[in-house]
């Protein structure tokens, strides 16, 4: 996880993120509110025994959106770490060779690096995973398509690891016309033994099918949200390992407010639930819990 310095509305990713508002503070309040809610919740992952590395941004950089380091970087069981292309040039400064030497330095092995950013001169894009969606156990990985996700990079990506892809496109409804769902992870959710999504942002029925296909397929409950819930950030959560090997269910408490009482019955027949106030992120960054935290699959030296 990465602690902001620089934390503000971002205007280059405003122009396709529609979960982004302006609060009309200056950004010196926005970043102080924003670190506040980061120390908060590293804060009450800890208390659950989740292992958190926390490295702070550094201001020379000027990164905005450095709190979300899933967009950027994924780390995958072989040692693998992948680097992303990404839409927003000010974003790209956010990628740090320095963060690989934290985690070897805290013991993981890093292998190989598959770095997708040439892809960027071409003007095309794939966000990490806000992107993708993978589906570890079952060798498959999930895409709503949009200006950030392109289809033949993202079928490369599943070339390369040996994914099978599901593809689709997710929408939302802006000022009464349907625009893409900017990153997957926003209306979707993969856990163990579960599924969170809002099957009524995919408007083809046909993809619609194929998508909860492959879910039940692999063994998992649907737990479907609402449109509305969606705009609350109810798909951006992300599935923890924290203390005695308990599973927890991450989102924020924005999210876990707009849940029915059946929905949290059904997420906590499987696992456990962490939520964190992160109003002033979700707000100016237009992401929550899920796209800060870039989970660590690198095997241990």
């Given at each position: ?30 970043n ?8 908060a ?69 890093i ?21 993708i ?90 737990i ?24 927890f ?36 960054g ?8 870039a ?7």
């Amino acid at each position: 996880m990465i602690r902001p310095v620089n934390f503000r509305m971002n205007e280059q990713t405003a122009v396709n993120n529609y979960f982004q508002e302006d609060l009309h503070l200056k950004n010196v309040e926005i970043n102080r509110k924003a670190q506040e809610e980061f120390d908060a919740f590293v804060n009450v992952l800890r208390e659950n025994g989740v292992n958190v590395i926390v490295v702070d941004d550094t201001k020379e950089r000027d990164t905005p959106d450095s709190i979300f380091p899933n967009n950027w970087v994924s780390f995958h069981e072989n040692g693998t770490i992948c680097v992303y292309p990404m839409f927003a040039k000010n974003r790209r400064k956010e990628r740090r060779e320095d963060i690989f030497e934290v985690l070897e330095k805290e013991g993981f092995s890093i292998n190989n690096i598959m770095d997708y950013t040439s892809a960027e001169g071409e003007g095309v894009f794939l966000e990490g995973t806000g992107s993708i969606l993978i589906d570890r156990a079952n060798q498959k990985a999930y895409c709503a398509l949009s200006e950030r996700a392109h289809e033949e990079l993202f079928i490369e990506f599943c070339e390369d690891f040996d994914c099978f892809p599901v593809i689709f496109t997710a929408y939302q409804s802006v000022e009464g016309e349907r625009l893409p769902i900017y990153h997957t992870n926003v209306m979707m959710a993969m856990a163990e033994t579960f599924v969170i999504i809002c099957l009524k942002s995919i408007d083809d029925k046909k993809e619609r099918k194929s998508v909860v296909e492959h879910i039940k397929m692999d063994g998992r409950e649907i737990i479907e949200i609402t449109e509305e819930q969606l705009y609350h950030f109810a798909g951006n959560m992300l599935q923890v390992i924290g203390a005695n090997n308990q599973r927890f269910m991450v989102m924020s408490t924005q999210a876990y407010k707009s849940l029915r009482e059946d929905q949290i019955k059904a997420i906590e027949k499987h696992c456990g639930i962490i939520h964190s106030t992160l109003d002033t992120i979700e707000s100016c960054g237009g992401g929550s819990a899920r796209c800060m935290m870039a989970e660590v699959f690198l095997p241990k030296k």
